[in-house]
């Protein structure tokens, strides 16, 4: 087994238009696809490029009667199954651009010319935005190949796949996405992450467990389920069943051939817990105890009412509340006790506490070792939704009615999970086996189309005793139930979805007081549930070695939480609950299911009476950014406007029109009617003051009444009716 490492340059000669889908009214009908705003290539439409490529020198070898037949190793690079994916990843090169100073992107116009009569067809203008010529990217090709006596005709398929790249992107035939190729050179394998102080470590500890941090490589889309018409959704976490089958395709290709296949990766000789996110920088990943789905019963405080100070005893918001929330920018931290007010599951009076909420729906919370539950961070990872075409593999280009919406997690994102083995030597082979891979050198693939992801860093996870937690929150629950009796309560609170069948195999949509009872061996009469904050789900799954769907399964969805009440003390039951958190309960929990919590401190989690949070920093930073956007949005309004109104009044004199069009065009780009209102007066006194003068009035008028979305389209309709009346017959159209 041998990883091919590839680097290059690629040029752009001519602008080029990858087209992102999205539509600028007034501006371009498709957008050029972005990272950070600067111009960027997506791996998958190179990886298609380079594929079409090499499959061009293939056919090229056939015809020539080469002696080298380069169909083999093509199907074995581009046939791939996701897990043996060719990873290619090209960022751009600032610091080679040689268009400094001027902005990375320009607008192309063109029309759509009828195939019959050779003319251009009516209404058919056309904008596309485009990334300009001259920008250099730098790329990078890795390809694990399994079979080293491939290896010379893999590296020269795809470097001579790399030199027939001529162009990129879409409308290549009207002048667009010349580019070249160019520094081609092997690069040799180094260490991406040096691990190998505590994979040693690992290795000689006796604890079953390895805790790893994996980084996406490419923005990627986990489904949980088939599409939604349209629509593509992702999981916004990486599930421990997908980890299974990564870990178990790479194991069968590395011992491809053996006699003893390890087992060490077989059912119940390993769980895998689900890799939940977590932020990227600013926290020490060994000090991470619990990744904890935000539970059903916490309330978020509305955006808001974040924002208070005290005077005279009031709480005075700091936000405009005519305005989104979204446009200010602050420095308060993401933690529990700044974004939620309290914990549901557990009845109590919020006294007085007069601060609206709502749910939080999704999010985690990163519990850390060092800190108490209300200063733990809440994350969520960054999705994002792009638009993009089915294509027909026989004619290699896009569907009639293809387009649809993928989300996918940003690339560049972290996520944590847990590895425990049956024994301490299953865990030492496993590691003599995956060494590459857990240094971070070789790359997992998971997700639609076998996206990159390596592993950041491996440690040993610590064991933490929870008898003393359980105990004492018993007390804290009680004391807020004012319960003064020997009675005892707990709370469970699901980390992952749970699957629980009846004596039947039919399929439970909650947990009851029978199973917890069951499951810590007491008498169901001495436990209930006093409430609970659940929802359950259905899902499916795949497997992917024998090709076939599982049966879907309803399962009890993680962030689901139970109050209980046990007729008796705590101290009896304790190290059951234990027990029953250590290895969890219902069905498939080798598969990361099934794992709870007990008595977590975040149902004693109550925010009180807001805290003056005026000494945070608070600026309207995006104020800009918002009129833009409102602004855009009425765009559309403006043409239908335009549209509908010329066609009612027919034709109209062309300074009428001149000065029709220059309004539409001040109002979409200029954030401050103000601006627009100023320029009339400066124009009211010329060869048609009358029509200005008229104009300005009703619009001084008309933006005293309202200021909703639908303005622009009263004062546009407006000036087509002066207009209108004003014309002039010697200068119709």
Partial sequence: MKQIIINFKLETLEDFHIGSGELNIGLYDDGQIKENNLPCIPSDTFKGLLRQSCRE???????????????????????????????????????????KGKDYFIIHTSNEVDSVTGITKEKSLRSLECARKGLIFNGELRYILWNDEKEKIAIELLEYGLKNIKRIGGNRRRGLGLVRILDINLAEQKNVNNNEKELEKLKESDNCKIKAV?????????GSASEMGNYTPTLDYIPSSTVFGMLRKNLCCMKKGANNLSD???????????????????????????????????RKIKDADRYVKKENGNNISLINKNIPHWIYKDNLPKIVKNLATQSTLIPTKKGEDKTSDKSFKGGYIIEETDKKI????????????????????????????????????????????????????????????????????????????????????????????????????????????????????FTITLLSDVVLYDENLNQLDDISSDIIAGLINIDKSNVSI?????????????????????????????????????????????????????????????????????NHPIHLFNRGKESDTASYKLEEVELD????????????????????????????????????NSMISRIESDIKIDYFINLLEDRKENQNGELYADFLKILNTEFEKSKNQE????????????????KRGGDNE
């Fill in 57 to 99: 020198i293939v056919n090229l070898a056939k015809v020539e009667q080469t002696d080298t037949n380069y169909g083999d190793i093509f199907s074995m690079i581009f046939d791939y199954k996701a897990l043996e994916s060719l990873d290619i990843s090209l960022s751009f090169d600032r610091e080679a651009d040689i268009n």
């Fill in 625 to 660: 950014k918002y009129y833009k956007i409102k602004l855009q949005t009425n765009k559309e309004i403006y043409k239908k406007a335009a549209i509908i109104e010329k066609e009612k009044i027919g034709k109209i004199s062309s300074l009428s029109k001149t000065f029709i």
């Fill in 264 to 298: 060490y990766l077989d059912d119940g000789a390993i769980t895998i817990t689900d890799f939940y996110p977590i932020p990227s920088n600013n926290i020490d990943y060994k000090n991470i105890k619990n990744i904890i789905p935000i539970p059903f019963s916490l």
């Fill in 374 to 489: 209300e200063e733990s961070i809440i994350y969520s990872p960054k999705l994002k939704a792009i638009m993009r075409n089915r294509v027909d593999e026989a004619s290699q280009t896009t569907k009639d009615n293809a387009l649809f919406t993928q989300q996918q997690i940003e690339k560049n994102s972290f996520f944590m999970g847990t590895i425990q083995f049956k024994s301490a030597n299953d865990k030492k082979e496993f590691i003599a086996d995956f060494k590459d891979y857990l240094n971070g050198n070789y790359s997992f693939h998971i997700g639609r189309g076998g996206k990159a992801i390596r592993v950041k860093y491996v440690f040993e996870e610590n064991n933490i005793s929870a008898i003393d937690n359980i105990v004492l929150h018993n007390k804290s629950i009680k004391n807020l139930l004012n319960n003064k009796t020997d009675d005892s309560y």
């Fill in 711 to 726: 303005e622009t389209y009263r004062v546009l309709k407006i000036a087509l009716e002066i207009a209108k009346n004003n």
């Fill in 214 to 222: 994996i980084e996406l490589l490419d923005n990627v889309t986990i």
């Fill in 530 to 598: 006093i409430n609970k904050a659940s929802f359950s789900d259905i899902i499916q799954g795949f497997l992917g070695t024998a090709g076939l769907r599982k049966f879907t399964d309803i399962v009890i969805k993680k962030g689901s939480s139970y109050l209980f009440e046990y007729k008796g003390k705590i101290e009896d039951i304790v190290d059951k609950l234990i027990e029953i958190e250590k290895k969890g309960i219902g069905f498939k929990k080798n598969e990361g299911f099934g794992r709870i919590l007990v």
